[in-house]
């Protein structure tokens, strides 16, 4: 009877403990959301004067920060599945330069798919590098944005290429669908169809598995090399969609677009939940990090606080959110 009495005792034990667990993951899930419900609030009231919270207000820094929000989302995925890549800033201008100039003689179809398909192409070289030669991806990446870097000055020898393409405007950058801006809706598209992919499906399942563990993904039967490259394919697309949304709503490309993206893209994926060190990855968290530090930016540009000050705000919000994740990397 005693016997019974202690198992019994034990089984209850855990069933609170693991409880508890669940209770404390969904509380950290939600930090990132109440972070910027409690920016906006303090801006929205220390800059009332200003109209912080004004309607145009909230759409620039939407617009503003799309091309980061496509990124951060992407790379979730990527963080998600225990890679890092440093490329994509590079990514961005050679994308927008190559796109830029394909318009110039073609019309907009072309330049988009040329332009994604250098995504599509750098996303594949920096995989197929990463698994067959079973070095580690941020090196691969680092040499990757170095050589893009160098491509990006000197296809235009360094000056910039204007997009006088209307229809190409219109669709990445200063054209709406009916009322909603047309970066909303890109931005709204990328939401939905990363979130179900990763939520929903076995590839979103895989990713995080692999990011979890490779040795218990491959003897679990999942592809590991597979989903490792497609990670890092998925990183360098959405870093080209970027490109065209920037060459599009700035009506130009230069090769500087991008080349300080990369900080500020990791730390909206981590900020919003994803972990450093694979296995955890939120696409809807990685959009409320890229948007939180936008409107970190906006308002401390409007308290008229110059761009040191800016850095600094954003490398202390990098500090804590990478000191949080740290406290939840595994064993």
């Given at each position: 009877?005693?016997?019974?009495t ?12 693991a409880?508890?667990?669940?209770l ?5 899930a939600?930090?990132?959301?109440a972070?910027?419900?409690l ?13 912080f ?5 909230l759409?620039?820094?939407v ?10 989302m ?7 599945a ?10 961005v201008?050679?994308v ?8 110039e003689?073609?019309p907009a179809?072309?330049?988009v798919?040329?332009?994604l ?8 070289v920096?995989g197929?590098?990463?698994?067959l ?9 680092l ?7 160098g ?5 235009t020898?360094?000056?910039s ?7 190409f405007?219109?669709?990445?950058g200063?054209?709406?669908l ?33 990011g ?8 679990t039967?999942?592809r590991?090399r ?8 998925i ?5 080209a969609?970027?490109g065209?949304l ?20 990791i ?13 955890k ?51």
């Amino acid at each position: 009877m005693s016997v019974l009495t202690g198992t019994g005792t034990s089984q209850s034990a855990d069933a609170r403990a693991a409880r508890r667990a669940r209770l404390g993951r969904g509380a950290r899930a939600l930090i990132p959301y109440a972070g910027f419900a409690l920016i906006f609030v303090v801006f929205a009231i220390v800059l009332r004067s200003h109209g912080f919270a004004s309607g145009s207000n909230l759409e620039s820094i939407v617009e503003q920060n799309a091309s980061i929000a496509i990124m951060a989302m992407g790379y979730a995925f990527t963080l998600g599945a225990g890679e890092i890549d440093l490329s994509i800033g590079s990514t961005v201008a050679v994308v927008a330069l190559t796109t830029a100039l394909v318009l110039e003689q073609q019309p907009a179809w072309a330049g988009v798919l040329v332009g994604l398909a250098i995504g599509l192409g750098v996303g594949l070289v920096n995989g197929l590098l990463t698994v067959l030669l079973r070095v580690p991806s941020f090196l691969i990446t680092l040499g990757m944005m170095s050589v893009l870097a160098g491509i990006a000055e000197a296809l235009t020898n360094l000056q910039s290429v204007a997009v006088t393409n209307n229809a190409f405007n219109g669709v990445f950058g200063s054209g709406s669908l009916g009322p909603v801006p047309s970066l909303f809706v890109w931005v709204g598209a990328v939401l939905v169809v990363a979130q179900v992919v990763l939520r929903r499906t076995r590839y979103g399942r895989h990713v995080l598995a692999v990011g979890g563990g490779r040795e218990a993904a491959v003897s679990t039967g999942i592809r590991v090399r597979s989903v490792r490259v497609s990670a890092l394919v998925i990183s360098a697309v959405s870093a080209a969609l970027a490109g065209l949304l920037y060459a599009g709503r700035l009506q130009g490309a230069a090769y500087t677009l991008g080349s300080t993206d990369l900080l500020t893209v990791i730390a909206a994926a981590i900020i919003g939940g994803t972990s450093l060190f694979g296995g955890k990855a939120s696409v809807p968290g990685a959009l409320v990090g890229a948007l939180l530090l936008g409107m970190l930016q906006e308002g401390l540009i409007l308290m008229g606080l110059g761009v040191p000050d800016q850095l600094i705000a954003e490398g202390v919000v990098v500090v804590v959110a990478v000191a949080v994740g740290l406290r939840e990397r595994p064993e």
